[in-house]
Each structure stands twice: as structure tokens, then as C-alpha cells.
């Protein structure tokens, strides 16, 4: 009942920002450490060819700005997500087995987190960003968890996506106006051409 009620709550913000996506990633990350009992839910999105933060439960200014990651860093867990198109965690990021970056290994001694999973945001089948879930004890996320990061994901991939639609729209319908007073215009004076 609290997952659909967040959901709900999501889709809620969704329909009433259709100019805005930062409604939407900030509720997305707000609701994610609830549901996951996470220490932090971060979302980030590709730009250029790094990965940017654009909404944290961290205050961004704690965690360095849009912290940008190198998009092509597979030992980022972040990357690696975006990268394979898949689902990817570590349940103990300070492992000594831990396949991840001394940069990322720094960052969970820091913030005290052992547990990450990264989710990509896929649309039509190509990666556009992540949403990460960080905790403090180790140990992988369970079958649950990780179909509602899906959820998480998909939500956040229709809110740019929406917004994406609406911006085009209003960029045609500008486009058909003023192609409509031109007409106008030139009907209107069909012997002159200076109108």
C-alpha cells in the first residue's frame, strides 16, 4: 500500500508539471528513501559525456555540485548502469573483491554507506541517465527493491519525456502561427509585396 501510494503520488506530480521535470526527480528521491530505508536516492543524467546529479536527498552542495562522473568510467557504478542498460549493484562497495573506484570506495567511507544500486533510465531501449539507492549495511537489494527502482526509473524517463513532448508542441504551434500570419499577410495584399 505505501509503494502504490507513492507511485500515485509521483504520477501526481508528473501530470501537474508538464514544463518542469525537477518536481518529479526531486519527489522521485524523496519518496526512494523511504521505500528503501536508503541512506540517500540520487538521480543523475547524461550530459555530454559525463553523468550529472540533478536531484539528491544530499543537498547538492554537500556532495560536490552536479558531482560529474565520467560517462565512459565502468568502475562507476553509475556509468556501468547507463553503459549496459542494466540494473547494477554492489552489495558492499568497500569489499575488498569490489570491482569499483578508490573515488567510489572514498565517497561510501565518507558518507558511510556499504550498499549501491544503480538503475538506468532507458528511453526507447537507449540510456539517458540513473537513479542510485545507497544504505549502510551491506548486502544486495532484494527482488522487490529493485522492480520498484524499475518503477522509479520508467517514472522519471516519462516526466522528461513529457516534458520533451510538451516543448515540441509549443515550438510547432508557435512555428504554425507565424506561418499563419505570413499567409494572412500575403493574401491580404496581393499586389504588394512590402506588407
Not at 504520477?11 to 524523496?30: E, G, N
Not at 560536490?64 to 542498460?85: F, K, Q
Not at 561510501?108 to 542510485?132: K, M
Not at 549502510?136 to 532484494?142: L, R, V
Given at each position: 500500500?505505501?509503494?502504490?501510494?507513492?507511485?500515485?503520488?509521483?504520477?501526481?506530480?508528473?501530470?501537474?508539471?508538464?514544463?518542469?521535470?525537477?518536481?518529479?526527480?526531486?519527489?522521485?528521491?524523496?519518496?526512494?528513501?523511504?521505500?528503501?530505508?536508503?541512506?540517500?536516492?540520487?538521480?543523475?543524467?547524461?550530459?555530454?559525456?559525463?553523468?550529472?546529479?540533478?536531484?539528491?536527498?544530499?543537498?547538492?552542495?554537500?556532495?560536490?555540485?552536479?558531482?560529474?562522473?565520467?560517462?565512459?568510467?565502468?568502475?562507476?557504478?553509475?556509468?556501468?548502469?547507463?553503459?549496459?542498460?542494466?540494473?547494477?549493484?554492489?552489495?558492499?562497495?568497500?569489499?575488498?573483491?569490489?570491482?569499483?573506484?578508490?573515488?567510489?570506495?572514498?565517497?561510501?567511507?565518507?558518507?558511510?554507506?556499504?550498499?549501491?544500486?544503480?538503475?538506468?533510465?532507458?528511453?526507447?531501449?537507449?540510456?539517458?541517465?540513473?537513479?542510485?539507492?545507497?544504505?549502510?549495511?551491506?548486502?544486495?537489494?532484494?527482488?522487490?527493491?529493485?522492480?520498484?527502482?524499475?518503477?522509479?526509473?520508467?517514472?522519471?524517463?516519462?516526466?522528461?519525456?513529457?516534458?520533451r513532448l510538451f516543448n515540441?508542441?509549443?515550438?510547432?504551434?508557435?512555428?504554425?502561427?507565424?506561418?499563419?500570419?505570413?499567409?494572412?499577410?500575403?493574401?491580404s495584399s496581393p499586389t504588394?509585396?512590402?506588407?
Amino acid at each position: 500500500l505505501e509503494q502504490q501510494t507513492v507511485i500515485s503520488e509521483i504520477l501526481r506530480v508528473i501530470s501537474s508539471s508538464p514544463t518542469d521535470t525537477q518536481p518529479v526527480f526531486d519527489a522521485i528521491v524523496k519518496s526512494g528513501v523511504r521505500l528503501f530505508g536508503g541512506m540517500t536516492v540520487s538521480l543523475r543524467l547524461i550530459k555530454g559525456n559525463t553523468i550529472e546529479t540533478v536531484a539528491s536527498t544530499l543537498p547538492l552542495h554537500d556532495t560536490g555540485g552536479t558531482n560529474p562522473v565520467s560517462l565512459g568510467d565502468e568502475s562507476m557504478v553509475s556509468s556501468r548502469a547507463i553503459l549496459r542498460r542494466e540494473i547494477v549493484q554492489v552489495p558492499d562497495i568497500l569489499a575488498p573483491e569490489s570491482w569499483v573506484n578508490e573515488r567510489a570506495k572514498q565517497r561510501g567511507r565518507e558518507r558511510g554507506f556499504r550498499a549501491l544500486i544503480n538503475a538506468p533510465l532507458l528511453r526507447e531501449n537507449t540510456a539517458i541517465g540513473a537513479i542510485a539507492v545507497s544504505r549502510a549495511t551491506p548486502g544486495p537489494f532484494s527482488d522487490k527493491e529493485i522492480a520498484l527502482l524499475k518503477t522509479f526509473a520508467d517514472q522519471a524517463v516519462i516526466a522528461i519525456e513529457n516534458v520533451r513532448l510538451f516543448n515540441e508542441t509549443k515550438e510547432a504551434l508557435e512555428q504554425q502561427t507565424v506561418i499563419s500570419e505570413i499567409l494572412r499577410v500575403i493574401s491580404s495584399s496581393p499586389t504588394d509585396t512590402q506588407p
